[in-house]
């Protein structure tokens, strides 16, 4: 991913949308939007945030595409005909929740390239700023709350 060229504002969070936080009372009536982007070896605690109805939390292994396709031609044989076969069997076991979670990574891989994200992990906010490397979601959550009551 390329680096973003965003401000980097107190705690390491980073602004995304200039006037993004000037939505005055419309953010405490709408939920929060927290989007976080990780990668299976990336363990995020996402404590009671993942059950506050004020929240509306999405969570993107980004990483998945990448698993599936390396598990996908892991030690396929030279032949291309036999190495078709093993390709088309090994589809075959795919299902619905293999599906369901290559259709999230690569829906979380488009929008973390979209707002410029460039490393993992990173808890993005109401599309408006970002904190990167930490995997307590609900500490990022008050450093959040504190900036923008800050910004406010």
């Not at 996908?72 to 090994?90: F, H, K, T």
């Not at 707002?115 to 700023?129: K, M, N, Y």
Request: aromatic share 6%; net charge neutral.
């Amino acid at each position: 991913m390329s680096r973003p060229s965003h401000r980097i504002l107190s705690w390491g969070i980073r602004c995304l949308q200039a006037g993004a936080l000037a939505q005055g009372g419309a953010m405490a009536e709408a939920p929060l939007h927290i989007e976080v982007f990780t990668t299976q070896t990336q363990h995020i605690t996402v404590g009671g945030v993942a059950t506050n109805a004020a929240v509306n939390l999405q969570i993107s292994e980004v990483d998945a595409v990448e698993r599936f396709d390396s598990a996908l031609s892991e030690g396929l044989p030279i032949d291309p005909a036999l190495a078709q076969r093993e390709v088309q069997r090994r589809l075959a076991t795919f299902n619905d929740r293999d599906g369901a979670t290559l259709r999230r990574s690569a829906t979380g891989l488009a929008t973390a390239a979209r707002l410029g994200i460039d490393r993992t992990p990173a808890i993005v906010f109401d599309q408006s700023a970002v904190i990167y490397g930490v995997t307590d979601l609900p500490m990022a959550l008050r450093h959040y709350q504190a900036w923008a009551a800050k910004a406010r």
